[in-house]
């Protein structure tokens, strides 16, 4: 099956403007995610969606990030306005139910750097 | 609130030496435990999680509760094993978010 695509794989923008990234999942499944990669650190879960309703963004700094998922399939990230330190690695993941188990399936994500 | 502490932020083994990377976390609940890898130019993907209990690439984990420890180990280390590896942790029943550690990279020379 393919896996999760996510464009653009690079990006360089200044402060203060914005940008987009875009992530289409795994064909079915219903849970998505956007997580943070700053070089050197583990990624951070930015928010959580179940099919279009989200499920956790307690760590979206929400005075300039936003996502949407509006039909229960892809999905976009943005920054408006970008600052210094929003530079990093955008990981965009969705996941299946076996059972009890979840498995978190990740794109290639997109490496944004804010000059 | 859930931590995940990798203290190693590069291990370098020979090949055939044993490998441990160490993973300690902090989680009030019941955690479920797991080990993602990143091979060089590849994306992030699932290596073990703990409630299966098997071997994956001859690499093993035990979750001890009571050290709060998942540590991987693999007996003889192979060339192909050098990546970056991640610890992570969910909560069981609370919405499946992944809390990772910062990683350790694995060097197997020659």
């Known amino acids: 099956e393919a896996g999760v695509a996510q464009s653009p794989r690079y990006k360089i923008i200044e402060k203060r403007q914005s940008v987009a990234f875009w992530c289409n999942p795994i064909?079915?499944?219903?849970?998505l995610y956007w997580y943070q990669q700053i070089l050197g650190q583990g990624p951070k879960l930015l928010i959580q969606?179940?099919?279009?309703?989200?499920?956790?963004d307690s760590q979206l700094p929400k005075d300039r990030f936003s996502a949407e998922r509006l039909k229960g399939v892809d999905s976009t990230l943005k920054i408006q306005p970008a600052k210094l330190e929003d530079s990093a690695v955008y990981l965009c993941?969705?996941?299946?139910?076996?059972?009890?188990?979840?498995?978190?399936?990740f794109g290639p994500g997109t490496r944004l750097l804010v000059l | 609130a859930q931590r995940v502490t990798q203290p190693e932020k590069l291990l370098s083994v020979f090949k055939g030496a044993p490998v441990e990377l160490k993973c300690n976390y902090s989680?009030?609940?019941?955690?479920?435990l797991f080990w993602y890898v990143q091979y060089s130019r590849q994306r992030l993907q699932l290596l073990l999680r703990?409630?299966s209990r098997e071997s994956i690439k001859g690499f093993t984990a035990d979750l001890n509760k009571g050290e709060t420890s998942f540590h991987l180990k693999k007996p003889f280390a192979q060339e192909e094993d050098s990546a970056m590896y991640y610890c992570?942790?969910?909560?069981?029943?609370?919405?499946?978010?992944?809390?990772f550690g910062t990683g350790t990279q694995l060097k197997v020379e020659l």
């Open positions: 993941a969705s996941s299946t139910r076996q059972g009890i188990q979840e498995t978190q399936y």
């Open positions: 064909s079915g499944h219903a849970t």
């Open positions: 969606f179940q099919n279009n309703g989200v499920v956790d």
């Open positions: 989680y009030s609940g019941s955690p479920e």
């Open positions: 703990h409630i």
């Open positions: 992570a942790l969910s909560s069981v029943g609370g919405g499946n978010k992944l809390t």
